[in-house]
């Protein structure tokens, strides 16, 4: 069975989207970012709990703070993206349920009066939309660069507060020169999928 969804914007979003390490000076508007949440904000999270949170770093001063959180490899390259998002999860999403969920308004307290659980629930939920959010990165015709090399500690404590646990960085641009790097092998079919 084919795809739906025709070759090239498969190539888009899948086959030849890659990480992407450097970045023309192209700038990313606010207009493109709001376009990119409208298009992901439909994408599936349990509950409807919507958790994820999105920094945006535009000025030199916050982008100045920012990068002294990064690992050593990944500092230029988010000196030099035009745009960079710091995905983070809301550990009080819960607050917000009665509104995304109001067929079912009682979840917010049988399910989730308890951080430990919020926190568990939040960090997947937000983790999926983060996936989103770099499909959509690439379906407005940008390149993101996700990173995880990152003092997470240091960028809560910098740019988010106790309720907020950062998940990545994101750079997020026109690709530049030698952006990518070759790409990597995958695990086969057979390798993955079990059936039983």
Do not use: C
């Amino acid at each position: 069975m084919s795809l739906v969804l025709d070759a090239a914007a498969q190539d888009l979003l899948f086959r030849e989207a890659r990480t992407a390490n450097t970045f023309t000076d192209e700038p990313v508007t606010d207009e493109q970012v709001q376009a990119i949440y409208d298009l992901v904000k439909y994408g599936p999270t349990a509950f409807n709990q919507s958790p994820l949170r999105i920094t945006l770093v535009r000025s030199p001063e916050a982008r100045e703070r920012l990068v002294r959180h990064m690992g050593e490899g990944n500092r230029p390259k988010t000196a030099a993206a035009p745009l960079v998002a710091i995905l983070s999860a809301d550990n009080e999403f819960h607050e917000e349920l009665p509104d995304l969920f109001p067929h079912a308004p009682q979840v917010k307290d049988a399910f989730f009066s308890e951080r430990p659980v919020r926190e568990g629930a939040a960090s997947l939920n937000a983790a999926l939309q983060a996936a989103y959010f770099i499909v959509g990165v690439r379906a407005a015709g940008l390149a993101a660069g996700p990173m995880t090399g990152v003092d997470f500690e240091g960028v809560r404590k910098e740019f988010l507060d106790d309720d907020h646990t950062p998940l990545m960085v994101v750079n997020i641009g026109r690709p530049g020169p030698d952006a990518w790097f070759p790409r990597s092998p995958r695990l086969a079919y057979e390798q993955v999928v079990t059936t039983v």
